[in-house]
């Protein structure tokens, strides 16, 4: 008999994905116990589009709360000891569930994470942050990655007992590096990257978003600090220098277009957070 598996989904203005990413989770070829779904007091369409689905778990947050916190309210309300998670803007291989599951509790593994793939690759600006800011490490197994990227995962929920769960000070990003840090701080136990574990990322980026993305990357991530003229500065020169790094690899390649895209997001990435420094003095 299959063990039964919850599946949580933290989702906020995401009526866009949300109906393929639910359903992708619906027609896995494993069965799934349960699909909890959080909206993270979404502005959009997302509350309407996902109380269509009567056989759901909806929890409603009155307020924002972020991801660190949504993580851990949805490992909390889920039933079963296997907990897969997915962001609401991905979509799962219909094996993608069958394939993972196959390496859990195997040579004391306890969580483990899926190969995403940029789905919408012919804009440029999505194949711009699929070449600096993709989210898989590639087409081989790895036994303890560095991290597992928290967009596709699954895990033991009596080991995420044993630790303080997700930072729920990490809202947009960096909640994942700093649960795996603390699940590898257990004695023996492992992780574990399965490449044929396979999902798409269905985020299709303007300038302007994929700019908000970069920026909310680096000026919300796991180094949090409260903004600064010293904060600005720094990120500043450290975005200056990944630019000039893109700059000299794209110029080699004749790739113009990324050029244009690289410089766009460095001016946008410093105005964002000297607008951001304005706002929070």
């Not at 949300?18 to 349960?34: F, M």
């Not at 909890?36 to 997302?46: G, Q, V």
């Not at 994942?176 to 396979?198: R, V």
């Not at 680096?218 to 975005?239: D, E, R, T, V, W």
Request: glycine share 4%; hydrophobic share 35%.
């Amino acid at each position: 008999m299959a063990e039964k598996v919850s599946f949580y989904i933290p989702a906020f203005n995401a009526q866009n994905t949300i109906e393929l990413s639910i359903n992708s989770v619906k027609n896995q070829t494993y069965p799934v116990d349960e699909i909890i779904i959080i909206n993270d007091n979404s502005t959009d369409k997302t509350k309407e589009i996902i109380s269509k689905h009567s056989d759901l778990k909806i929890i409603n947050n009155k307020k924002n709360l972020g991801l660190g916190y949504n993580r851990n309210l949805g490992i909390q309300n889920s039933s079963n000891e296997i907990i897969a998670s997915i962001d609401s803007d991905v979509e799962l291989d219909k094996k993608w569930l069958e394939n993972i599951i196959i390496s859990l509790k195997k040579n004391n593994i306890v969580m483990c994470g899926g190969n995403m793939i940029e789905k919408y690759t012919s804009n440029k600006i999505n194949a711009w942050r699929e070449k600096y800011y993709n989210q898989s490490w590639g087409n081989s197994d790895i036994l303890n990655p560095s991290f597992l990227y928290g967009c596709n995962t699954i895990l033991l929920k009596s080991y995420w007992e044993k630790t303080k769960g997700y930072d729920e000070n990490l809202k947009t990003n960096g909640e994942d590096i700093d649960f795996c840090k603390q699940i590898k701080s257990i004695d023996n136990i492992n992780l574990y990257y399965s490449s044929n574990s396979l999902c798409y990322h269905l985020q299709d980026d303007s300038i302007l978003s994929l700019s908000k993305r970069v920026w909310r990357y680096h000026s919300f991530g796991y180094k949090i600090k409260a903004p600064s003229k010293k904060k600005l500065i720094n990120l500043s020169i450290k975005q200056f220098r990944f630019f000039l790094i893109r700059f000299f690899i794209e110029l080699l390649k004749f790739e113009i277009k990324y050029i244009i895209i690289s410089f766009i997001v460095l001016i946008n990435f410093i105005k964002f957070e000297y607008i951001y420094l304005k706002k929070n003095k």
